[in-house]
C-alpha cells in the first residue's frame, strides 16, 4: 500500500514538473525574437529602367549682326517663339554713326595711300624707263668705240704681216747681219700687232659684257611688294562692312529672325556690343525634336545606343516605341550618360517633359532572395539564416551569419553566387526584435 503511494506521488511529480517545464519554456518562448523566412528560389532577374527627361531641338540657327556694335534694346528673351521678321534688338543709332564714320576714314586714309602707292610706281617706271634707254646707248656707244679700237689693231697687224711677206720676197742686196736683224725686226712688229689686237679684243668684249649686264640689271623684275594688294584688300573688306552697317542704319537698327524658331541662348545684353560669334541662337523648325534624358552608371548598364525604348510625353496617353539614336558620357554631369531620341516630325514641342522606359528580361539564376533579406556593410554582404540545434528545453532555433556574393539585382530580387544557400535554406526577412548571430529565435512559418 506504501508503495502504491509512493508511486503515485512519483507519478504527480513528474506531472508537476512536466508542467513547470511547459510553463519555463512557454515564458522562455514569448520573450524570444519573432522572425519569418523565405527559402531561394530560381528566377529571371528582370531590369526596368525609367527615367525623366525632356524634349529638346534637334538643331540650331545662329542670329549673327556685325560684331562691334553696341546694343539698345533687347527685345527677345530665351523661350521666346519667333517668326521670320521678328524684331529681336536694337541698335545703338548714334554709336552705330560713330562706327560709320570712323570706318569711312579709315577708308580715306587708306585710299590716300593707295594714290600715293600708284604715284610712286609711275615715277619708278618713268625712271626705270630713262635708266634703261642711257644703259642701251651706252652700250651701243661702247660696242662702236671698241669695235673701232679692235679694227684699227687688226689693220696694225695685217700691214706688219705685209711687211714681213714683201721682207720675204725681195731681201736682195742685204748683207747677212742686215738681213737677220731686219727679219728680227718685222717679227717682233707682228708679234707685237698679233698681242695689241688680241688686248683689244679682250677689252672690247670686257666692256660690251660690262654694258650689257647694265641694260640686264635694268630689265630685272624689281622685288615683290604687297602693300598696294593688302591696302586695297582692306579698303575692299571696310566698304563690304560699310554697306553692311550702312543697311543696319537704313533699318534704324532693327536686328530681325531671318527664319522661325525659338530662342535658346542669348549671347548679348543691352550696353553690350556684338561679339564676333553668334548672338542669339534659335532652334531650327526644319528639323524634328529630340528627347534628351540623363541615365546614370547603374541605368546605362540597360540603356544603349540602337536599343528599343519606350517613349511617353506630358499631355498624351500614347506610349511611343523608340530607339536610342545618340548616346555618349555628359560633360555637364560627370558619371551619367546622355541619351538622344529622334522625335517625328511635328511630336513635341522644346521643353516639353516624357519618360523613357525600357525592360530587360535579364538572365536565370538558381538563388535568388528579396533585397530586404540583405545585409550589406562597406567590406562585406552576408543573409541570417535560421538554424535547428538541441537546447536545454529541446529543439530550438539560432541565427547564423552567412557571407554572399551578390552577381545581380533589381527591386525585387537579389541573385546570389555559389554554393552557400540553396533552396532548403531558411533566410530570415523580419523580426519583430532585434537579433544577432547566434541569438535564439522562434520561427513562423
Not at 570712323?102 to 625712271?127: F, G, H, M, P, Y
Not at 689693231?153 to 695685217?158: K, S
Not at 571696310?238 to 543696319?248: A, Q, R, V
Not at 551619367?336 to 531620341?341: R, V
Amino acid at each position: 500500500m506504501r508503495n502504491h503511494k509512493i508511486i503515485i506521488g512519483f507519478i504527480f511529480f513528474l506531472i508537476f514538473m512536466w508542467l513547470c517545464t511547459l510553463i519555463s519554456k512557454s515564458v522562455y518562448t514569448t520573450k524570444l525574437p519573432m522572425v519569418s523566412t523565405v527559402s531561394p528560389e530560381e528566377k529571371y532577374v528582370e531590369h526596368k529602367v525609367e527615367a525623366e527627361g525632356i524634349v529638346v531641338e534637334g538643331g540650331k540657327q545662329a542670329v549673327t549682326a556685325l560684331s562691334g556694335v553696341k546694343v539698345k534694346t533687347l527685345i527677345a528673351h530665351v523661350g521666346d517663339r519667333v517668326e521670320e521678321g521678328d524684331l529681336l534688338f536694337q541698335i545703338d543709332l548714334d554709336d552705330l554713326k560713330e562706327i560709320i564714320k570712323e570706318k569711312q576714314t579709315r577708308i580715306d586714309s587708306l585710299q590716300l595711300q593707295v594714290n600715293a602707292i600708284l604715284e610712286n610706281r609711275e615715277l619708278e617706271n618713268q625712271k626705270k624707263e630713262m635708266q634703261e634707254a642711257r644703259a642701251r646707248e651706252d652700250y651701243d656707244t661702247t660696242a662702236r668705240l671698241e669695235n673701232t679700237d679692235v679694227g684699227r689693231a687688226a689693220d696694225r697687224y695685217a700691214r706688219a704681216a705685209e711687211d714681213l711677206d714683201d721682207f720675204y720676197e725681195d731681201n736682195s742686196g742685204m748683207d747677212e747681219e742686215t738681213r737677220e736683224r731686219t727679219q728680227q725686226e718685222l717679227l717682233d712688229a707682228l708679234q707685237s700687232a698679233a698681242y695689241a689686237e688680241a688686248d683689244a679684243k679682250r677689252e672690247r668684249d670686257q666692256l660690251m659684257k660690262e654694258a650689257e649686264r647694265g641694260v640686264e640689271d635694268i630689265l630685272f623684275p624689281d622685288e615683290v611688294d604687297s602693300t598696294l594688294s593688302v591696302t586695297q584688300l582692306q579698303i575692299s573688306e571696310l566698304n563690304n562692312d560699310l554697306i553692311k552697317y550702312t543697311n543696319i542704319l537704313n533699318q534704324e537698327g532693327n536686328i530681325k529672325a531671318e527664319t522661325g524658331g525659338m530662342i535658346t541662348d542669348i549671347y548679348i545684353e543691352a550696353g553690350g556690343r556684338v561679339p564676333d560669334s553668334a548672338s542669339m541662337m534659335l532652334t531650327d523648325d526644319n528639323v524634328p525634336c529630340q528627347f534628351k534624358v540623363i541615365l546614370d552608371k547603374e541605368q546605362k548598364k540597360y540603356v544603349g545606343f540602337g536599343d528599343e525604348v519606350e517613349l511617353k510625353l506630358d499631355g498624351s496617353s500614347k506610349r511611343m516605341e523608340m530607339t536610342v539614336d545618340y548616346f555618349s558620357e555628359s560633360q555637364s554631369v560627370p558619371g551619367s550618360f546622355e541619351t538622344f531620341i529622334n522625335l517625328p516630325e511635328d511630336v513635341g514641342t522644346v521643353g516639353l517633359s516624357g519618360t523613357l522606359s525600357c525592360s530587360d528580361t535579364g538572365e536565370k539564376y538558381a538563388c535568388c532572395i528579396p533585397p530586404s533579406s540583405i545585409t550589406e556593410t562597406e567590406t562585406r554582404s552576408f543573409v541570417y539564416v535560421l538554424r535547428e540545434r538541441e537546447g536545454i528545453l529541446g529543439k530550438e532555433y539560432y541565427v547564423d551569419e552567412v557571407n554572399v556574393k551578390i552577381v545581380d539585382r533589381n527591386e525585387n530580387w537579389v541573385a546570389i553566387e555559389g554554393s552557400t544557400l540553396d533552396s532548403n535554406s531558411e533566410i530570415i526577412i523580419s523580426a519583430d526584435k532585434e537579433f544577432g548571430k547566434g541569438d535564439v529565435v522562434r520561427w513562423i512559418n
